[in-house]
């Protein structure tokens, strides 16, 4: 009411510098121009002034001119207009305790039309009562108006839409499993590691209509690592967390869930383990040459990471490229972070080879062993070529004199391999990476049976 009253107050104010500018000030200047070129006359024109009908069809006149200024801005001001309130949320009133409706719009458009005014004092209005009324309708198709209950009756006014085709269901219930999804985990402290959350209930109930409930694969409580307000080893609760139901694609579906917000219940650990850097060669040195020693800045690393990928490291692999390498070099490596590790205490490493010249060793009688044999099944070798074989030694001398056949391993891999008679590849591994470790015998054959 304020805003219409200043902008009145400014209107009026307008015309009466308009009279004053336009048609006041022209005349007097007109009045003192002629009075000063007929001063003979002056008298005469005061006299003619001084008389009542003079001034009476002088102030006839401006009333007139003001009239006519006035009326056409009133005309203006009050010419019907129209104006489209957008996305005004819609209301529908029914039993939703006992009914499911489909088909009803969250937000309608709405066109006014009237005067300025109205149009003004509708659009500085906080609230639309927009409303579809499905009280007493029972389940099935039906179609039904979109009302407006507008506070100024002197607007008229179009929904857009303004009838719409709902259907009603009757609303029933089922009860379902509750398991926990954790969002936002990369957001979570690389040292920590959420151990395992719980809930204070294991089942929650759903409603909604029929077909909706026959779509809901699972109901999940989506705890967001965000909220976790100390981040911390220890245990902690997130209140409040919302729910929400899926189908087997992982679409939502729109049903209501009771409870529809959880407490989880969460541990937080740090497990950590500490592993040696392991240098492996890649390629080979020159010819002639060997890998006198491998020295490493750092010889190990701190990881965190979940305790069942902390449990199957052994050590901290270093690939390095010694392709025709001819002469002592230093490498600045940066070290690769493992599967399921999230922290390094190190990122990075300086390693030191130092080459001299290569020499050869043979050590007999290494021992063939299986590896990854089917259940139920035993393994034999066909001759004792196969139950053991020799395998040379590539290095510096100082450095191969001192391996035994105890710190080497040769097996043979009989993954995917059944009953019968079988040649496979003998593989040989040993403990020092600055030595080249390689079978004499290529192949073996073995009889696979039943045990």
């Known amino acids: 009411m304020k805003t219409i009253i200043k902008k009145t107050k400014k209107f009026f104010k307008s015309i009466w510098k308009f009279i004053d500018k336009r048609i006041v000030l022209p005349i007097t200047k007109f009045l003192l121009k002629f009075d000063n070129g007929k001063d003979s006359s002056g008298k005469q024109f005061e006299n003619l002034l001084s008389k009542k009908n003079t001034l009476l069809f002088i102030s006839l006149f401006f009333a007139l001119v003001t009239f006519i200024i006035i009326d056409q ?42 005067s300025k005014t109205d149009l003004f004092i509708a659009k500085q209005m906080s609230s639309y009562d927009v409303t579809v009324d499905l009280t007493g309708l029972k389940p099935g198709q039906h179609k039904v108006n979109v009302k407006y209950n507008q506070s100024l009756t002197d607007l008229e006014y179009m929904v857009n839409p303004s009838t719409i085709n709902v259907t009603i269901y009757d609303k029933v219930s089922q009860t379902k499993d509750l398991s926990v999804d954790i ?74 869930i009771v409870p529809s917000k959880v407490d989880v219940n969460v541990n937080i ?30 010889s190990k690393v701190t990881v965190y990471g979940s ?14 490229d010694v392709s025709d390498l001819k002469t002592d070099k230093e ?50 070798a066909t001759n004792a070529d196969a139950a053991s074989v020799t395998v040379n030694l590539k290095g510096v001398s100082n450095v191969i004199d001192s391996i035994t056949s105890e710190d080497i391993i040769a097996y043979i891999n ?28 290529k192949k073996v054959t073995v009889n696979i049976t039943k045990k």
Do not use: C, W
Request: cysteine-free; proline content about 3%; hydrophobic content about 40%.
């Open 73 to 114: 801005k009133i005309v203006t001001f009050s010419k019907n207009s129209a104006e489209v309130l957008r996305s005004l949320p819609v209301t529908a009133i029914y039993n939703e305790e006992a009914y499911v409706a489909e088909g009803l719009p969250s937000t309608v458009d709405i066109t006014l039309i009237g």
């Open 307 to 320: 305790k069942d990928v902390l449990d199957k490291l052994n050590y901290l692999p270093l690939q390095i």
């Open 183 to 256: 969002l936002n985990k990369d957001k979570l402290d690389s040292k920590l590691v959420i151990d395992s959350t719980s809930i204070d209930t294991d089942s929650v109930i759903i409603k909604g209509a029929e077909h909706q409930l026959n779509q809901v694969a699972t109901v999940k409580a989506l705890f967001d690592v965000e909220n976790i307000v100390n981040q911390e080893v220890g245990n902690q609760t997130v209140k409040d967390v919302p729910l929400k139901a899926y189908d087997k694609n992982g679409n939502v579906i729109d049903v209501e």
């Open 414 to 441: 009989l993954d995917g391999l059944g009953v019968g008679t079988h040649e496979v590849e003998v593989v040989v591994e040993g403990n020092d990476s600055r030595v080249q470790f390689l079978s004499k015998t």
């Open 331 to 380: 490498y600045k490596v940066d070290l690769s972070k493992p599967v399921g590790i999230t922290y390094m205490s190190t990122n990075s490493v300086t390693v030191s080879i130092q080459l001299g010249n290569v020499s050869e060793r043979d050590i007999s009688d290494v021992k063939v062993v299986s590896r990854n044999l089917g259940e139920g099944l035993s393994v034999s």
């Open 269 to 298: 650990v740090s497990p950590s383990k500490e592993l040696p850097i392991k240098v492996i060669p890649n390629g080979n040195v020159a010819f002639g040459k060997a890998i006198s020693s491998l020295e490493t800045s750092i």
